[in-house]
């Protein structure tokens, strides 16, 4: 079982930018890839980043490439959503998930979920 706590939203103006942070606990948490994932208001809830267990591999999706950056230290915690350059379009809940090693980066059926934390930029 692994258990998930965001921190780092707010409302912020657009260009500026957030650092959000996952609290991970659980026995088994440095073996678990680790994702991001954004639900706007009326959407449904998207694929934003994430990393594999050990670090050495990152996939983000288009929309986000080259303005956010996934980062884990397992001997550290927590995972950080580093978030730059922030638009309007960024205004959701973000969520922090952890996965089994083994499947899709992307996948949207992580196994476990955290509460979210909400991000708000103005315009």
């Known amino acids: 079982q692994v258990q998930l706590v965001e921190s780092g939203g707010g409302l912020v103006q657009a260009g500026g930018a957030l650092r959000l942070s996952c609290a991970a606990s659980?026995?088994?948490?440095?073996?678990?890839?680790m994702g991001w994932f954004r639900q706007a208001p009326g959407k449904e809830r998207d694929f934003v980043a994430a990393?594999?267990?050990?670090?050495?591999?990152?996939a983000y999706a288009d929309s986000v490439k080259g303005r956010f950056t996934i980062s884990r230290d397992n001997a550290k915690n927590p995972i950080n959503l580093q978030i730059n350059r922030l638009t309007p379009e960024d205004t959701a809940v973000y969520y922090c998930a952890a996965d089994n090693p083994y499947s899709d980066l992307r996948r949207n059926e992580y196994d476990y979920w955290g509460q979210g934390t909400q991000v708000t930029v103005s315009s």
């Open positions: 990393i594999t267990w050990s670090g050495s591999s990152t």
């Open positions: 659980g026995r088994t948490f440095s073996i678990h890839n």
